[in-house]
């Protein structure tokens, strides 16, 4: 037998000739790069989809916009708007528009449904806010402007009621904008175009994604639209969803890796909670509705003590419906965490005379907590996106009164970029993108708080 026919022996003990071996090798060695290259390919157009999806949202959040506005703000006071103090800025609204003063109120402060905001007693509409004792039983209907005027004044402050003054007075309208990539390129024939179209009106470079834009309140006006009634209404929420739904999801990861015992009942409860992942999210939108926004909405009912009349609808309702959500997710990733801590830690535990108890909260979950962490962000990542569940239990898509509590009225961010999208005028699309850059920025450092912790309690541990 020759050199190049000398047999070589298997890990399954076949005789294999090295001519034969060196084929399989080459055809595993073609199947491992024609796996690395789909591995590749397919990373490289994630990161080309992204990187499209970044740069079309940049390109919408940022541009020239020619600006006019239906009355001319110096008009209105000798000194700029900014530096007035809130009765003079009441007194601009009343002598303007007096007829404007209830639906300021209605959309700023009023915490009952729109269709009630007439008939329903102001200890009820105002239910939370400042007004005079002597007008709680009568309806808006029956005070006077001037008595308006001053709800507006003790409830809302210098920016809020100038925030009115511009989108209600001033109103200030988008006429013609353009994107931020022909706003670099073509920007000499921009400035031509708007001098020859629009010469009474005001071409500027806007960023729609700025401070104010975060700190300003909703409106029916693209130009003084804000985000920061979603955003508390999302922070509410998340806090809500993270104070519920994380102990109770650990706890029974806990359980059912530490404690439960290798029976048919367990095995079905675990293949259960595993399904439960998959679910869409709407169907926890109508759990949601049956079980938390009707049970709530007959202990709040009538007031119950002080808290606003909302059908259930509030924020407490919506946390714990997110909460459902991401438990089954967050109970899968903390069970793998547990069951990848190693079996020795646990025998030196219980050689050591520690109890069951003492072993998994001082030795297992210890160990565990950098992969139940990745669970945390994988889960409140998801639910700080949701939309659907929300608009079933009652989210608000138009909303101007910012949540004071766990039993408000709410909306959150995907709402307000859903409603904002749905909008006709080109503008809305601009907020909407701005909009979506803000929630990105608010989705990465909460994760990278989440990370860095991981990061640091695997180094501990």
Same mark, same amino acid.
């Given at each position: 037998?020759?050199?190049q026919e000398q047999?070589?022996?298997? !890990? %399954? ?6 001519d034969?071996?060196?084929r399989?090798?080459r055809a595993?060695?073609?199947r491992?790069?024609?796996?690395r290259g789909?591995?590749?390919g397919?990373?490289?157009f ?7 999806l970044?740069?079309?949202?940049v390109n919408?959040?940022?541009g020239?916009?020619?600006i006019r506005n ?13 530096a ?5 800025l009441?007194?601009i ?9 209830r639906?300021?109120?209605r959309? *700023?402060l009023?915490?009952?449904? +729109? ?7 102001l +200890?009820a509409?105002? $239910?939370?806010k400042?007004y005079?004792?002597?007008l709680a039983e =009568? ?7 001037e008595?308006?005027a001053a709800i #507006?004044?003790?409830n809302?402050?210098?920016?809020d ?7 209600s007075?001033? /109103?200030?309208?988008v006429?013609r ?12 024939a921009?400035?031509a175009e708007? $001098?020859?179209?629009?010469?009474d009106?005001s071409l500027q470079?806007?960023a729609?994604v *700025?401070?104010d834009?975060i700190?300003s309140?909703? *409106? ?7 985000l920061r ?7 509410y ?11 109770i999801a650990i706890?029974?990861a806990?359980? %059912?890796?530490?404690y439960a015992?290798?029976n048919?009942?367990e /095995?079905?409860i675990e293949t ?10 709407v169907?926890?939108?109508?759990l949601?509705?049956?079980v938390?926004?009707r049970?709530?909405?007959a202990?709040?009912s009538?007031?119950?003590l002080? !808290? ?5 609808r509030?924020v ?6 997110l909460?459902l959500l991401i438990?089954p ?11 990848a =801590?190693?079996r020795a830690?646990?025998?030196a535990?219980?050689? #050591?005379g520690?109890?069951?108890?003492q072993?998994?909260s /001082?030795? =297992?979950?210890? $160990? ?6 990745t669970g945390v962000? #994988?889960?409140?990542?998801? $639910?700080?996106?949701?939309?659907a ?5 009652g989210a ?5 009164i910012?949540p ?10 995907p709402?307000q970029?859903?409603?904002w ?5 080109q ?16 989705? !990465?450092?909460?994760?990278?708080v989440?990370?860095?912790? /991981?990061?640091r309690? *695997?180094?501990?541990y």
């Amino acid at each position: 037998m020759s050199a190049q026919e000398q047999p070589i022996t298997g !890990i %399954l003990n076949r005789e294999v000739s090295e001519d034969q071996y060196r084929r399989n090798l080459r055809a595993r060695q073609r199947r491992g790069t024609v796996a690395r290259g789909f591995f590749f390919g397919a990373n490289v157009f994630a990161l080309l989809a992204l990187l499209a999806l970044l740069l079309h949202i940049v390109n919408q959040a940022f541009g020239l916009v020619v600006i006019r506005n239906t009355v001319d703000p110096s008009t209105l006071a000798a000194s700029p708007l900014e530096a007035l103090s809130e009765p003079e800025l009441v007194d601009i609204i009343v002598r303007e528009a007096p007829n404007r003063v209830r639906v300021m109120i209605r959309d *700023s402060l009023s915490q009952v449904p +729109d269709t009630d905001f007439t008939t329903a007693p102001l +200890d009820a509409v105002l $239910a939370g806010k400042i007004y005079p004792p002597e007008l709680a039983e =009568v309806t808006i209907n029956d005070t006077t402007v001037e008595q308006q005027a001053a709800i #507006l004044s003790d409830n809302l402050g210098q920016g809020d009621i100038h925030d009115l003054v511009i989108s209600s007075i001033v /109103r200030p309208l988008v006429v013609r904008s353009w994107n931020l990539l022909p706003s670099l390129t073509d920007r000499a024939a921009i400035e031509a175009e708007a $001098a020859a179209q629009y010469p009474d009106d005001s071409l500027q470079f806007r960023a729609w994604v *700025s401070w104010d834009f975060i700190t300003s309140s909703v *409106s029916s006006s693209a130009t003084t639209a804000g985000l920061r009634t979603a955003l508390l209404g999302t922070f509410y929420i998340m806090a809500v969803t993270a104070v519920f739904g994380l102990p109770i999801a650990i706890g029974a990861a806990i359980y %059912l890796e530490e404690y439960a015992s290798d029976n048919w009942i367990e /095995r079905i409860i675990e293949t259960n909670i595993r399904n439960l992942a998959a679910i869409p999210s709407v169907i926890y939108g109508m759990l949601g509705l049956a079980v938390f926004v009707r049970a709530l909405g007959a202990v709040t009912s009538g007031a119950f003590l002080g !808290i606003t009349d909302t059908n259930g609808r509030t924020v407490l309702s919506a946390g714990l419906t997110l909460a459902l959500l991401i438990m089954p997710v967050l109970i899968v990733n903390a069970q793998e965490a547990i069951r990848a =801590v190693p079996r020795a830690i646990r025998e030196a535990s219980y050689g #050591l005379g520690a109890t069951r108890w003492q072993t998994v909260s /001082r030795q =297992v979950l210890p $160990a565990a907590i950098p992969g139940i962490l990745t669970g945390v962000i #994988l889960s409140l990542s998801r $639910a700080i996106g949701e939309t659907a569940p929300l608009l079933v239990v009652g989210a608000s898509t138009f909303i101007g009164i910012d949540p004071s509590g766990f039993f408000s009225k709410f909306t959150v961010v995907p709402i307000q970029i859903y409603q904002w999208t749905s909008r006709p005028e080109q503008e809305f699309k601009n907020v909407a993108a701005a909009a979506i850059i803000v929630l990105l920025t608010v989705m !990465i450092l909460m994760n990278l708080v989440a990370i860095i912790s /991981r990061n640091r309690l *695997s180094v501990r541990y």
